[in-house]
């Protein structure tokens, strides 16, 4: 069974920074993608940040030049760095694979429980 583990989420000032980490445990065969969602009170869930197997990073427009992706593949692990935070990045940060447990097996999407972010102005 796969599971993802979060930590690091807390309480910021606006302007301050903050770092989360995933650690991914379960037997993988391939992992095609790892990052970060995020949900705000009443608002769907959306990307904040993955990298694929190539390690090219894709961002959401709102975190760009102030959110970074890292991520081992080999060490199934993944952290978010977040700096010049803002009262709007307030929300729950759930880490995220896209993977294959098997060579024969299909792609499936994990998830963490989430770790709760709050900035406050």
């Known amino acids: 069974q796969v599971q993802l583990v979060e930590s690091g989420g807390g309480l910021m000032q606006a302007g301050g920074s903050l770092t989360l980490s995933c650690v991914i445990s379960?037997?993988?065969?391939?992992?095609?993608?790892l990052g970060w969602y995020r949900q705000a009170p009443g608002k769907q869930r959306e990307l904040v940040g993955t990298?694929?197997?190539?390690?090219?990073?894709t961002y959401a427009d709102s975190v760009k030049g102030r959110f970074t992706v890292s991520g081992d593949n080999a060490k199934q692990v993944v952290s978010l760095q977040m700096n010049s935070l803002k009262p709007e990045d307030t929300a729950v940060y759930y880490c995220?694979?896209?993977?294959?447990?098997?060579?024969?097996?299909?792609?499936?999407?994990?998830w963490g429980q989430g770790t709760q972010v709050t900035v406050s102005s």
């Open positions: 995220y694979t896209n993977a294959k447990r098997l060579p024969w097996g299909q792609d499936s999407d994990y």
């Open positions: 379960g037997s993988i065969w391939r992992i095609n993608h």
């Open positions: 990298i694929n197997i190539a390690n090219i990073a």
